[in-house]
């Protein structure tokens, strides 16, 4: 069994930072890409950044400049740095890890509320 583990999220004002992380734990070795998604309520989840195996990183343009991701293989942990944040990034966000090889497979995270307001 694979699990991920959701800390980091929370209640901040406008411009402010917070940074989650997400830790990986069970048979998830090998080739993996990692990602954070976001949830606003009422709207579909969507990617808001994702990491590759090799650093390789893409993004929501609304976050650019903003959001920086990033990962730590050993700890098979990914974190998504938070900055400058704006209401509308007020979501619940998921953390996500597709296995690429060897096998397949694609697990989410319990889901944390980042919530930005005054």
């Known amino acids: 069994q694979v699990q991920l583990v959701e800390s980091g999220g929370g209640l901040v004002q406008p411009g402010g930072s917070l940074r989650l992380s997400c830790a990986a734990s069970g048979r998830i070795s090998g080739i993996l890409v990692m990602g954070w998604y976001g949830q606003a309520p009422g709207k579909e989840r969507e990617l808001v950044e994702g990491i590759s195996n090799g650093g390789s990183t893409n993004y929501l343009d609304s976050v650019k400049g903003r959001f920086t991701i990033s990962r730590d293989n050993d700890k098979n942990t990914v974190y998504l740095q938070m900055n400058s944040l704006k209401p509308e990034d007020t979501a619940v966000y998921y953390c996500?890890?597709?296995?690429?090889?060897?096998?397949?497979?694609?697990?989410w995270g319990q889901g944390t509320q980042v919530t930005v307001s005054a």
């Open positions: 996500n890890v597709k296995k690429i090889f060897p096998g397949s497979g694609n697990y």
